[in-house]
C-alpha cells in the first residue's frame, strides 16, 4: 500500500516525463497537500514500452532527485518489483480494468478526492493548450475568433451527442446528470476569466518546480489571446 500524498517523503514515484504538464500539475496537488516534492525521489521512464521523443527521458538541468530508471525497465516494470512505489500515468496501462490487476489507484475512492479538489479550488485540471505562432495571427488575427467559435461548437455538439448517445457505459446518464449537479452544464470552460485561478495554480507550480526561470503572470502572458479574440 503506497503512502498518503502528505506522507511522501523518500517515496519513489515514477513518472514518464520532469515537465509534461500531467505530471506537472501531480506535483502541484501534492505540494498543496503539504508534501515537499523535493524529498521525493522522480524516476523518469516510459509508463510501457522504449523511451520515445516525448516521455521517458531525463532532461540535463533536471533537479538532483530526478533520475532515470534503469535501461530497457518501464515504469510498469519497476512498479511490480517494488522498485518504485507509485506510478503516475495519465492513461492507464494495459490490464489496469482487468479485475485481477496487480496496479490499484494509489486513492481508492478518487472520485469522492476529485469532488473535494474541485470544491476546494473551483477547477477541473486542463492538461492542454493550443499555440498559435505570433507571425501567423499578426498576419491574420481573425483565426483567433474563428479558432474558438470552431472549438466551441465542437464542445456544445460533443455534449449533446454524449446525452443522446448515453451507451459509453450503462450508466452514463447518471454520470452525466451529478456532473452537471457538481459542476454545472459546463465543466471544462474555455476562456481566460473562468481559467485564471487554475492557469495561476499552474503557472506558480512551474516556477516551484524549476521549471521557468521567473514567475509568470498568466493575465499578461494570455494578454495578446483577449486582444485577438474579441
Sequence with gaps: MPPPPTQSRGTRVGLDGWPN????????????????????????????GPADAGHGHVPPDAPPNVQGGPAGKSLVDLLLVDEIDVLVAAFMPTGFFSPDSPLVPMIPDYRAAEQAYYQQHGYVLAH????????????????????????????????????????????LLAELVEMATLFGDDWPPYGLEPNLQMLTDFCQGQYAQKLVGAPVDPASAFADYTRFAR
Design 128 to 171: 492542454h493548450l493550443i499555440k498559435l505562432h505570433r507571425e501567423v495571427v499578426e498576419r491574420d488575427p481573425w483565426i483567433v475568433k474563428s479558432l474558438m467559435t470552431a472549438f466551441t461548437e465542437s464542445k456544445r455538439l460533443w455534449l449533446a451527442r454524449r446525452r443522446h448517445l448515453v451507451d459509453t457505459t450503462p450508466w
Design 21 to 48: 504538464s500531467g505530471n506537472t500539475w501531480t506535483k502541484v496537488m501534492l505540494r498543496q497537500a503539504g508534501v515537499d516534492i523535493w524529498k521525493v525521489t522522480w524516476v523518469i521512464a516510459p509508463i510501457e
